[in-house]
C-alpha cells in the first residue's frame, strides 16, 4: 500500500486495484465552437487543465494502470437523448443540430471526441455515456469489475457536473473513489470548490480529494 497525502485525511492506495477515469474531456466541451461554448460558457477555463490532465495520465500510464475515458454523447438517431435534456435553456445550439465540429454530442462526430492532447492510447478503455454518470446505461461496472478495481481517481469536467455525478454513482457501488482536483474544472470556478468541499465533507461522505503530484507521488512509492 502507498499512502497518498488527501483530504479529508490520508487515503491508502492499492495499486492492484485502481483504475484512472477522465471524464469528457471533449472537443465539445474544451474546445472554442464546440456545444460549451453554444452555452455562453468561457471554454479556457476547461483548457486549463489540460497539462495536470495529461501529467495524470502519464502517472497511471507510467505503472500500466487501467485508465478509462469516458464520452458524453448520443446515438445518431437521438433515441438516448431524452426530451428534458435536449429542450434545456437556450443554446445557439442543442444537441444533435449540426456545429462547427459536426453534430452536436453526437457519436462519431469531431466534437463528441477527446481532445487530441489526452487522446487515449492503445489499451485504454474509452466508454459513451448517454447521461452525466458514467455509470448510467453503460458497461463502466462490468469493465471495472472484470479489472478488479476497488479504487477509482476522477478528473475530467465538468466538476459538479458530470465529474461529481459518476464520482457519487461509483460510491454508491462500493468504490473508494480521489477527485483530482488540479486535474477537474468547472465554467463557474465556485461550483468546483463547493463540489469538492461536498466530496470530503463528514469524513469524506463521497470520498477523497488530492492534487495530481500527490497522486503521481503516491503512484511512484
Known sequence: MAI????????????????LVMIDMQRDFIEPGGFGETLGNDVSLLRAIIPKSKELLNGFRKHNLPIIHTR????????????????????????????????????????????????????EIV??????????????????????????????VTTEVCVQTSMREANDRGYDCVVATDAT????????????????????????AADTSSIIEALDE
Not at 474544472?185 to 477523497?208: L, R
Open 72 to 123: 458524453e454523447c448520443h446515438k445518431p438517431d437521438l433515441s438516448d437523448l431524452p426530451d428534458a435534456k435536449r429542450d434545456r435553456g437556450n443554446p445557439d445550439l442543442r444537441i444533435g443540430d449540426e456545429g462547427p465540429m459536426g453534430r452536436i454530442l453526437v457519436s462519431g462526430q469531431d466534437g463528441a471526441d477527446i481532445i487530441p492532447e489526452l487522446y487515449p492510447i492503445e489499451g
Open 4 to 19: 497518498l497525502q488527501a483530504q479529508p485525511f490520508d487515503f491508502e492506495i492499492d495499486k492492484s486495484a485502481i483504475a
Open 185 to 208: 474544472e468547472s465554467y463557474f470556478p465556485h461550483f468546483k470548490s463547493i463540489t469538492i468541499e461536498m466530496i470530503i465533507a463528514q469524513g469524506g461522505i463521497v470520498g477523497w
Open 127 to 156: 466508454i459513451d455515456k448517454p447521461g452525466k454518470g458514467a455509470f448510467y446505461k453503460t458497461d463502466l461496472q462490468d469493465t471495472l469489475d472484470k479489472l478488479s478495481i476497488k479504487q477509482i481517481v476522477f478528473a475530467g
